[in-house]
């Protein structure tokens, strides 16, 4: 089992930056995949960006070329940094691991891009 918090959201201006963060209460080394997906109200929850033990990543079209996902074993956290935010980037991001046990989530944080 592990347990996820998310951290860094907020309100910034479009063409902003914001850098979120997901700390684990235990090593993520051996999580397979860990996930940032985001909902925005009344919008179905959207896959943000992955990335495996090994590195790979992978990007929703909508944040290509703007979000850059990462991990930091040594300190249990994965990141997630979104650089010239859209007020379509406004919504609850949640980060995710996958594990053999099962997926766990964070409690989410809010980002919220204003015109």
């Known amino acids: 089992q592990v347990q996820l918090v998310e951290s860094g959201g907020g309100l910034v201006q479009a063409g902003g930056s914001l850098r979120l963060s997901c700390a684990a209460s235990r090593s993520i080394f051996s999580i397979n995949v860990m996930t940032w997906y985001r909902q925005a109200p009344g919008k179905e929850r959207e896959l943000v960006a992955t990335?495996?033990?090994?590195?790979?990543?992978n990007y929703g079209d909508s944040v290509k070329g703007r979000f850059t996902i990462s991990r930091a074993n040594a300190e249990n956290t994965v990141y997630l940094q979104m650089n010239s935010l859209k007020p379509e980037d406004t919504a609850v991001y949640y980060c995710?691991?996958?594990?053999?046990?099962?997926?766990?989530w964070g409690q989410g944080t809010q980002v919220t891009v204003s015109s």
């Open positions: 995710t691991a996958a594990t053999l046990m099962g997926s766990y």
């Open positions: 990335i495996t033990s090994g590195g790979l990543t």
